[in-house]
Nanobody, 125 residues
Framework: QVQLIESGGGLVQAGGSLRLSCAAS????????MGWFRQAPGKEREFVAA????????VYAYSVKGRVTISSDNAKNTVALQMNSLKSEDTAVYYC??????????????????WGQGTQVTVSS
């Protein structure tokens, strides 16, 4: 089992920055690929960013590429999502997720075994 707890959400003005963090506990953190998803009101959950494969290559959704950076600290069992140049359309609940290491399907919700409870990000225009 892996437990995931997100933090760092909040209210920010458009153009601002926010850093989300996800703390993992349970099985060895390095055995999993970590990812971030988000769900806006009335919309389906969508992929934001993740690490893929044994090399933990960062991958990003087109809508956030260049504005978002995913990083990890294996010593602390945490993964972070640095978000810059935020837009109103980034408003959503952001979820941290974990799955067994694999290089494909990193953007598929059903490929992730474990999920956090989510943290709200609100961008005011």
């Amino acid at each position: 089992q892996v437990q995931l707890i997100e933090s760092g959400g909040g209210l920010v003005q458009a153009g601002g920055s926010l850093r989300l963090s996800c703390a993992a506990s349970g099985r060895t953190f390095s055995s999993y690929n970590m990812g971030w998803f988000r769900q806006a009101p009335g919309k389906e959950r969508e992929f934001v960013a993740a690490f893929a494969g044994s090399g933990n290559s960062p991958v990003y959704a087109y809508s956030v590429k260049g504005r978002v950076t995913i990083s990890s600290d294996n010593a602390k069992n945490t993964v972070a999502l640095q978000m810059n140049s935020l837009k109103s359309e980034d408003t959503a609940v952001y979820y941290c997720a974990a799955r067994r290491i694999y290089y494909m399907d990193y953007d598929r919700i059903d490929s992730y075994e474990y999920w956090g409870q989510g943290t709200q990000v609100t961008v005011s225009s």
